[in-house]
């Protein structure tokens, strides 16, 4: 299976636009978000999205074209851990178009989600984008809140905010 990178999934759903005669509202939750952050050669074989929109068609045509896909019409809905509220809003265009339009999640809110789901690629991919857009930990905190006072009681926010602190307390090691 080859390697997926924004610009060939640009080119695929540009096609598809085009070929269906519909829109694509695609909001990249990802490894191929990196892409529009700070590694362009992070590996990744798969679309990790939340779609406006009617979900069937797009992922039976990237089956097709022998792409997996895991899309959501609600990525806060991934994880007992909420994500903060107003992250569609914060989302960063990565090309709108007529019909296509593709967003990335704003670096804090890239940082949370991978923090929800804490395996160690997602820390390091939170740590490479933590770093880059010189996120503090004071934010990486605030915004975990926000998090928290959005999701429903749950004994697994404990572990949450044990990921996050542990994060932050890298990130401050690892920054001085």
Same mark, same amino acid.
């Given at each position: 299976m080859p390697t997926l990178t924004a610009e060939s999934l640009?080119? &695929?759903l540009t096609r598809y636009v085009a070929d269906t005669d519909t829109w694509v509202d695609l909001l990249l939750v990802g490894g191929l978000?990196?892409?529009a952050y700070v590694?362009?050669?992070r590996a990744t074989f798969d679309v990790d999205a939340e779609l406006q929109g009617p979900l069937m068609p797009l992922r039976d045509y990237l089956t097709a074209q022998k792409i997996p896909a895991d &899309?959501?019409?609600n990525f806060s809905g991934?994880?007992?851990v909420a994500m903060p509220p107003g992250y569609r809003d914060r989302a960063v265009d990565l090309i709108n178009r007529p019909r296509l339009r593709i967003r990335v999640l704003s670096p804090i809110d890239f940082v949370i989600a991978k923090l929800r789901r804490g395996t160690e690629i997602d820390?390091?991919?939170a740590f490479v984008v933590a770093r880059h857009h010189q996120l503090s930990p004071e934010t990486i905190q605030d915004s975990a809140r926000e998090a928290l006072t959005a999701s429903p009681q749950d004994t697994t926010l404990f572990?949450?905010?044990k990921t996050v602190d542990f994060f932050c307390a890298n990130l401050v090691s690892s920054n001085g």
């Open positions: 640009i080119e &695929l978000a990196l892409h590694v362009p050669t &899309l959501t019409q991934w994880s007992v820390l390091d991919d572990l949450f905010q």
